[in-house]
Each structure stands twice: as C-alpha cells, then as structure tokens.
C-alpha cells in the first residue's frame, strides 16, 4: 500500500522566516510527486515532481525530490502570513490510475 | 474558480439518510476523482471515474457509490449515514486521466447528525 508520511504536522514561525517541509514516501513504481496548497478549501497545485524533473521553483517557493531517500522538500523563503495553510504531499504511481495518496499535510500558521 | 464546480456546498442531514454529491469537472477534463478528507485520515481517495467508465476504486465504503453521465457530470452517492461520514468531499478532475493538470473543486462538507 502506498505511503505518504509528512512532517511536522504543525509549524508555527514568524513573518520573514525560512521554512523547510518534509514527505517521505513509498509508493510502487513510482510517477510523480507533487505539492498542494490548502487554505480554506480546494487545494491548489503547486508543483510536480518527477524522474526527469527533480527540482522546481516558482517565487519564493521551491521543491526537490530525492529519489535515492524517497523524499521531498518545500522550501519557503522570506515567509508571509499569506503563506499560512495546509501544505499537502502526494504521490503518484505509473500508470496514474488509482488517484493520488496524500500525506495528512503540515499546518504552517505564520505571525506577523 | 478552479473551473471545477461542486454542489451543494454544505449538507447537513440524519443517520440513516442518503445523500447525492453533484462534480461538474473543467470543460475537456474528461476524468473526475472523488476525495474524502476528514481530521483524522487526511485526503482519501474514493473513486475515478473516465470518460463515463470506473476506472479505479480507492477506499470507498460498499454504503458509497459513484457515477459518470455521458456530460461528464458526476454524482458520488452515500447511504445509510453514520456520524462518521461527516467529512469534507472534493471531486477533482484531469484531462487523461492522471496528474496531469489535476484540479480540485471547492468541495461539499456533508455533516451526519
């Protein structure tokens, strides 16, 4: 069964901070990965991670994958209040046929 | 707006109910996912269907089921409520079937009193 393991679940940091979350995975045969941002409903898509696309960046926001340590990163640099949501993991076997398996997401509240 | 259109919103109704969730998926998506989140498990996926036919099945309650009309509209049908389908619904959609452009609607939050 695929797997999807966030951490931490909760982050609470100041306005102008750096901050670094985490996703461990197992997945069969492997596909993608990718990164949601969730606020107050749908989650929005922020990045797609794959064999042939490990490193991704928009703004102050960037992802990396690890496919030796089966991992990921999201970085946020220089951090705002409108930063604070739910920050969604998942994953994607080949074949994408079987929806996505998500991580229970790391909450990250950011002080003015 | 995602383009992905949910109704209802909210739903509030009994034990023992049946409820009838309604996903109009982005025009040209031709795959719709069904997604339960609740506090305590996260985003589980329900159900895919494409092009009108099921196309894989996640953890969806045997109480649960879905369809696809040949518009793509899609309706996810829960029966026999328990207080333990209380839980936010999200219907999203995909142009092949898989990640690729994968779209969230806003969702249905169903509470089971």
């Known amino acids: ?112 | 707006d995602s383009g992905v259109t949910q109704t209802p919103k909210h739903l509030i109704t009994a034990t023992g109910q049946r409820v009838t969730l309604r996903c109009s998926p982005r025009s040209g998506d031709l795959s719709v996912y069904w997604y339960q989140q609740s506090l305590d498990q996260g985003l589980q996926f329900l159900i895919q269907y494409y092009n009108g036919e099921e196309r894989a099945k996640g953890n969806i309650l045997e109480r649960f089921s879905a369809q696809q009309f040949p518009d793509l509209h899609s309706e996810l049908n829960l029966s026999s409520l328990e207080l333990g389908d209380s839980a936010l619904y999200f219907c999203a959609s995909s142009v092949r079937g898989d990640s690729y452009g994968y779209t969230f609607g806003s969702g249905t939050r169903l509470t089971v009193v």
């Open chain 1, 1 to 112: 069964e695929d797997k999807v393991v966030q951490s931490p679940l909760s982050l609470v940091v100041h306005e102008g901070d750096t901050v670094t979350l985490n996703c461990s995975y197992e997945v069969t045969n492997f596909r993608s990965l990718l990164w949601y941002k969730q606020e107050k409903k749908a989650p929005t898509f922020l990045f797609m991670l794959t064999s042939s696309g490990i490193e991704k960046k928009s703004g102050r926001l960037s992802s990396i994958l690890d496919k030796k340590e089966l991992s990921s990163i999201l970085n946020i640099t220089a951090t705002q209040t409108g930063d604070s949501a739910i920050y969604l993991c998942a994953v994607e076997a080949r074949g994408g046929a079987d929806g996505l398996t998500f991580g229970k997401g790391t909450h990250l509240i950011i002080q003015p």
